[in-house]
């Protein structure tokens, strides 16, 4: 039973006002808000457990230890990992996306060697390869999209050569909601011998993610995107990757002997893992995930694919609306244009009446230069939206279309 009024009481945020206004929190693909849980969870370990974790024979150190690796195991859990060795934990997508290029590029590439990308990834997903080309020679190439946002897979296959060696894709659009079909690119790419990187920044908080059905190589995804704190996110590799994988950044933590002759490393997964963790903020995550469990991910499937589909429905009932992403598969986000109002006049005007969307180019410069425009606005939902919040937004549009 998804009690939509119940959830919302766990996020007491969403009942703030701003400008008098009820706040309609409509930005969650740049970060969702946090239930009570989440906050509990790390103010009790910052109140009662504080220390730090590895290594300790103190009781708190044990304790906050237990909690880390607890949480390491929560999320092989929640993504189906098969061992904990395959579960990293980064700042986040960005930072798991700059691990795999750092290190795959500088042991597994050589000047020439192609990574393939799409022309809707975010710049988090191009430009850590763009800095491995200017410092390696490597080629970056990305795969067109047709006028729906679908990605053309025709396209996608031309671009392999038997120079690529990693294909590196978004499994959900930011801007434009296309859920990538993953699995069937994945099964291509092995058939070819190419190893695949998923972006699941905006995928893993509105769908059930299994990397053993999925078979990809590598995922990232962060944890304030799904209900869990900033500055924590994950990497997953296959066991067999990360091995071949040479450290990241060098620290306390990932070392196994250091000497001034000869340093060798920690095994798995702390290889990757310079320095103190964040090990509130993975506490805070396991917490995030396991509330989304609570919740059903299929339910919050099913319950934001309902919202995406009748915001779209709505949307097209507005004259001069120009929607970005049409394609058949697509989740929790609405990009738009209304005429030639600017997507920066709009969102302004929207938040005057108390509804937060974002506007820009949504850290996708390529993208809006394959759709012609300098920014869009973006309405993204999350599990605690509601239809009253979408019609909130379509009056909204119409209230300030009619301004100009
Ligand atoms: N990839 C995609 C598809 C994203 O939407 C985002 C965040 N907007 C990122 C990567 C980067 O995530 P983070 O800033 O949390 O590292």
């Known amino acids: 039973m998804y009690d939509i009024q119940k959830i919302r009481e766990d996020f007491p945020i969403l009942q703030r006002e701003v400008y008098k206004k009820p706040l309609v929190y409509l930005d969650n693909a740049a970060t969702t808000q946090k239930p009570l849980c989440v906050l509990d969870a790390m103010r009790e370990e910052y109140l009662n457990v504080n220390a730090n974790v590895h290594r300790g024979v103190h009781y708190l150190s044990q304790q906050a230890t237990d909690l880390h690796e607890a949480a390491r195991e929560t999320v092989r859990a929640f993504i189906n990992a098969r061992k904990i060795e395959e579960v990293v934990f980064t700042r986040g997508t960005t930072e798991a996306i700059n691990l795999v290029a750092q290190t795959f590029c500088e042991s597994q590439m050589k000047a020439g060697d192609e990574v393939l990308v799409t022309d809707m990834e975010h710049h988090s997903n191009i430009v850590p390869w763009q800095l491995q080309a200017r410092k390696m020679g490597i080629v970056l190439k990305h795969a067109s999209i047709d006028d729906e946002g679908c990605l053309e897979i025709s396209n996608l296959k031309s671009q392999i050569s038997e120079r690529t060696k990693l294909i590196s894709i978004a499994h959900v659009s930011n801007v434009l909601g296309t859920i990538n079909p993953v699995k069937d690119i994945i099964k291509l790419a092995h058939e070819r011998g190419i190893p695949v990187l998923v972006d699941g920044a905006q995928s893993a908080p509105h769908m059930k ?157 390529p993208l809006m230069d394959r759709l012609g425009v300098a920014g869009t606005v973006r309405a993204s939902f999350a599990l605690y939206n509601t239809k009253e919040e979408i019609d909130a937004l379509v009056a909204g549009i119409r209230r300030v279309s009619a301004m100009f």
């Not at 970005?324 to 920066?344: N, T, Y």
Request: charged content about 25%; glycine content about 10%.
């Open 209 to 365: 993610i299994d990397v053993q059905d999925l078979d990809c190589d590598f995922l990232a995804f962060s944890g304030h995107k799904m209900y869990g704190p900033t500055g924590i996110g994950v990497l997953y590799g296959k066991e067999e990757w990360l091995e071949k994988l040479p450290p990241y950044q060098g620290g306390g933590e990932m070392i196994d002997k250091v000497s001034w002759e000869k340093t060798t490393f920690e095994r798995l997964p702390f290889k990757f893992e310079a320095g103190t963790p964040d090990y509130v903020a993975t506490h805070g995550l396991a917490t995030a995930i396991k509330y989304m469990e609570s919740l059903g991910m299929e339910n919050i499937e099913a319950h934001e694919q309902e919202l995406t589909r009748y915001c779209m429905e709505q949307m097209r009932t507005i004259p001069n609306m120009r929607l970005f992403g049409e394609a058949p598969h697509k989740d929790a986000v609405v990009s738009f244009l209304v005429g030639d109002i600017h997507h920066l006049d709009m969102g302004t005007l929207l938040d005057r009446l108390g509804i937060a969307v974002r506007t820009g180019h949504h850290c996708a410069h």
